[in-house]
């Protein structure tokens, strides 16, 4: 399996100068906050899963009073020594392989990432837009297409909603992109369905292994189901697909034009968990809905080792301190039989000593030349 050996940064964030030779699976750098520890997950975020968590705006990454970034990284195993490198200049990025250039594309997915931030601890009950986001993340590192699909159709929504915004609509090129719409749109769905599908299996096992006497599911909604009440079983056809999708646009033709806004399409999809089978939006406790989102990221690396035959490098940015005992020590075990790991954290209390003795600890102090 491929892993992060070496990872180096150049006027990157904080850093003037970092380099962290990473000797062990679990890496768990630790200091007060505003010190570089999540900077440093972001780095890593970057070479692996080729995106950054906190930001597209890539001329913000160079240290105060620099004009670049460097994020250097080598990754090895099953054979092979990659050589990665990074290079940010205003908001242009260059990535370079082996001494050749790539398209951050081509990289996606050569060593795929999991990453858990308190954030993600809002899922069951944030807004729908960042379930479907944390979904399309790791089908666009497992599939080029996926990828490819969930661009272009968010191309279409785009143009076709500022179309709809214009003072007078012209419907012979609204009904143009509607068609672009609906066929990539389409294809879309079923390849984000599929992952989903893969993932749920996955979810439902994991959870329960930690709380056997609940039934914890997902359901995804597609949005011409909760606004038109069209069904399509998860296996349809792509011919099937489409049809229902070409009805649904017709069916919601004047309300788009009443609101000026493309209201139909995988952009508007649900993912709705669960917990025996109440809505856990509604009726879950805090610490189900935790473990609801911890069963969510296992699911995650399951099916990228599934799908992909690569275990992700598995990110941790200051999220112990916001799970109890049972739910850390849970992580801690999976994490420490099979994946790479990188944990941030303000304290080493969170980890039982038997972590400790094995794990690489980074301590981060303010004021360090950095």
């Known amino acids: 399996m491929l892993r992060l050996n070496r990872l180096q940064f150049t006027s990157f964030r904080s850093y003037r100068e970092f380099r962290l030779l990473c000797d062990s699976d679990i890496v768990i750098i630790t200091g007060p906050n505003a010190v570089g520890k999540t900077n440093i ?24 009073g620099s004009t670049q970034a460097r994020v250097e990284a080598s990754i090895g195993g099953d054979g092979r020594d990659l050589n990665l490198s990074l290079q940010i200049e205003g908001n242009k990025r260059t990535y370079v392989l082996n001494g050749k250039r790539r398209r951050a594309s081509q990289l996606r997915g050569t060593l795929p990432v999991v ?82 599908e893969q993932i749920r299996r996955r979810f439902s096992e994991i959870y329960a292994t930690m709380i056997p006497q609940e039934q914890a599911d997902i359901a995804y909604q597609p949005s011409w189901e909760r606004e038109l009440g069209y069904q399509l079983t998860p296996d349809a056809t792509l011919d099937e697909v489409r049809s229902v999708f070409s009805d649904a646009a017709e069916q919601m033709r004047a309300r788009e034009y009443e609101r000026r806004l493309t209201l139909i399409g995988p952009h508007r999809d649900e993912l709705v968990f ?20 911890l069963a969510w990221k296992l699911a995650e690396v399951q099916v990228i080792e599934d799908i992909g035959k690569q275990s992700p490098v598995l990110l941790l940015d200051d999220v112990m301190s916001e799970l109890d005992y049972d739910r850390r020590a849970a992580l801690m075990e999976y994490a420490d039989t099979r994946l790479q790991t990188f944990i941030t954290t303000t304290a080493t209390d969170y980890f039982d000593s038997s972590i400790l003795r094995t794990a690489q600890v980074l301590r981060l102090s303010r004021g360090e030349e950095r």
């Open 274 to 293: 669960t917990i025996n089978g109440r809505d856990a939006r509604k009726y879950a406790s805090q610490g189900q809905q935790r473990t609801l989102v």
């Open 115 to 196: 990453l858990f931030t308190p954030d993600d601890l809002q899922l069951v009950k944030s807004d729908a837009q960042q379930r479907r986001n944390t979904l399309d993340s790791i089908g666009i590192q497992l599939s080029s297409t996926y990828a490819s699909l969930k661009a272009d159709y968010e191309k279409a929504v785009r143009q076709r909603n500022h179309l709809l915004k214009e003072e007078h609509l012209n419907v012979d090129i609204i009904n143009s992109w509607t068609i672009s719409l609906i066929l990539v749109g389409s294809r879309f769905y079923q390849h984000r369905r599929s992952l989903f």
């Open 41 to 64: 997950v972001e780095g890593i975020q970057l070479v692996t899963g080729i995106e950054s968590f906190r930001t597209s705006h890539w001329a913000e990454l160079p240290t105060w």
